[in-house]
């Protein structure tokens, strides 16, 4: 299935606070859509680095374009396989980020719709729900199993979610959040406003012109939710992280 490019709306984005005393008309946000690597989970990067040597390939390459250029299906699945061992080993390792439980709480009491768009293959997101949000429910969920969809930086896991809730408006009362610009670019992409959970491997997207918001932990979003989400794509300074 071929990427639907949209034309991003009017930045910077504001939603209507969640504590429900909004005056004037504003949109008001009907779910967020997470990244799971670095997002839900602290970031495993050391797999990519493993990935990459699996491959034989170096760090200018993507691996999941390497793997589709490759010559036939049975290379394809070799290199799959050897990415998905890696993946299984690393998911017992997963520890959920600092703010995880408190914010899903927070967007449960609030009936926030929550989808997830990874990269990831289905495995070590089941596993991470299933240990970490067991009580907690996502939909849909895109993984890199998901038939037909580009991954990101595509923004078709998002306009996928978007039709899947049934949006108007693509993904302009959506966002999206992540740590890195795969996640930022698919999410400005598809319409919605995009959040970087700030590490220290992409404290230099907190400038990027994709980046919307920026926090240092997960539940730094509840106070930005209730009080009303407004962007500041110029520097992140109206994020908790500065």
């Known amino acids: 299935m071929a990427s639907i490019a949209q034309n991003p709306p009017p930045r910077p984005r504001r939603f209507a606070p969640l504590k429900g005393d909004s005056e004037g008309a504003q949109t008001k946000l009907q779910g967020i859509v ?11 990067h050391y797999m990519f680095t493993q990935m990459r040597a699996a491959l034989g390939i170096d760090r200018s390459v993507d691996i999941l374009d390497h793997i589709r250029a490759l010559p036939s299906d049975e290379a394809r699945s070799e290199a799959v396989a050897k990415i998905q061992a890696i993946e299984r080993e690393a998911m017992l390792a997963q520890q959920p980020q600092p703010g995880l439980v408190q ?8 009936n926030m719709r929550r989808a997830l768009c990874t990269r990831n293959f289905e495995a070590p997101v089941t596993h991470l729900l299933q240990n970490h949000l067991p009580d907690h429910i996502f939909e849909p969920i895109i993984t890199r199993d998901t038939p037909n969809l580009l991954p990101k930086p595509e923004p078709a896991g998002i306009l996928h979610i978007a039709r899947q809730w049934n949006l108007d408006n693509h993904a302009e009362s959506m966002i999206m959040v992540g740590d890195s ?4 670019t698919s999410g400005h992409t598809a319409g919605a406003a995009t959040v970087l959970l700030v590490n220290e ?3 230099h997207l907190k400038e990027h012109h994709h980046t919307d918001l920026c926090i ?27």
């Open 34 to 44: 997470f990244d799971v690597d670095g997002t839900l989970c602290l970031p495993q």
């Open 103 to 110: 914010l899903m709480d927070y967007l449960e009491r609030k």
């Open 181 to 184: 610009i795969d996640d930022m």
């Open 201 to 203: 491997r992409n404290t």
């Open 216 to 242: 240092s932990r997960l539940d730094d979003l509840i106070d930005i939710l209730e009080n009303g989400f407004v962007g500041d794509n110029s520097a992140g300074s109206s994020s908790t992280s500065q």
